[in-house]
């Protein structure tokens, strides 16, 4: 096994205490601090810890490119998922990633056109798709997925905003696909002369239901509690009219969210462990200074409604998704405390101490501390007083 350290992300929404308390550093770090990366994704591999005992290569990516076949066996080639802690302070874009298609297609088209792979303007930085599946580890707060149309139909009865009722007549053809679509397209793309007039209305309504003017259900009060903290941090966006039309969504910690290709959404505030395919590829469409391409987010958004993004794992703590690239194990003193673990894998701690055995060799890894196994070597076992998580093949 090889110790490894995740790479710091220092993106405005990130969180100025929570991964440099869980480091043990001095908080509030002097920048954001987003996520931290633990795997072998070309823009921030993790580091080997003790790199000059490791053949004089220098980070997991370039570990694996000079063996493949012993580091991530049949992986071809690379390592198919991506491991991150995630602390968001402040909300995310309203963002879609593609399919492995779309993906392919997007990075090709790009790079025909000269577009450096750093670019502002980029929209495909890799050539991969980018399921992805977050568990809690505090309170969690998301919009996530397309909510179904009869409750955005009742939510946005309940607020009766006059400026809004023009656009609600694209709801109830019967095809919600297709409405949700119409809908969509038709409010994200509002010129700023009608934009602004109807966001103000919005806001000022769910401003007066924040106060305690209820809607007649909770989840309803919820969302509009959302909009108004959305539209103080993003005033005149239009990614606030998105929030009308996604799930809210509230994790408590341990629980979980998948969301596939082409699904809606936006993360909002909380700590949690992310595991994706090996991608970072974003379409954004609202609430963000990034780059934004609302016709390539439309063209690849799924409009099908989703019901619930919810998650849950089985008996032994093991998070199996639809993704073929990934899974995730949750152990804890108070469930699941034990696994073997068979290359290619990457064991993060989260709290407590956590050991891990291969071999005779021992190691023990605190919070954010994290070790490789390879394909090649013998399955290691790892046992923990607090909280880690195993992130696998699938």
Known sequence: MQPIAGSIRNYAWGSRTALAQMRGLEAPSEHPEAEMWFGAHPGSPSALVSAGEAGGVDTLEDLIDADPEAQVGQ???????????????????IQVHPTKLQAEEGFARENAAGIPVDAFERNYRDDNHKPELLVALTPFEALAGLRPVAQTQAL??????????????????????????????????????????LLDALTRRCAAVRAGASLGEQWMDDVAAMICELADQHPGDSGLLCALLL???????????????????????????EVMANSDNVLRGGLTTKHMDVPELMRIVRCAPLEDPTFEPDEQGVYRTAADEFQLQKLSSETVTESQVAGPAIILGVSGDTEVAQDGEKATLHATEAVWVAAAEASATVRTGGVAFIARVG
């Not at 949700?180 to 509002?190: A, F, H, K, P, V």
């Not at 509230?250 to 969210?257: D, K, R, S, T």
């Open 75 to 93: 992986a071809e080639g690379r390592l198919p998922f991506l491991l991150k802690l995630l602390a968001a302070a402040q909300p995310l874009s």
């Open 247 to 273: 799930n809210y969504v509230v994790l408590e910690p341990g629980e979980a969210m998948f969301l596939d290709a082409g699904q809606l959404h936006a993360y909002v505030k909380g700590v949690g462990v």
């Open 156 to 197: 946005c009865a309940a607020l009766d905003v006059p400026e809004l009722r023009p656009y609600l007549g694209l709801l109830g053809s019967g095809d919600d696909s297709g409405d949700l679509r119409s809908l969509l397209t038709t409010l994200i793309t509002l010129p700023s002369s009608v934009l602004g007039p």
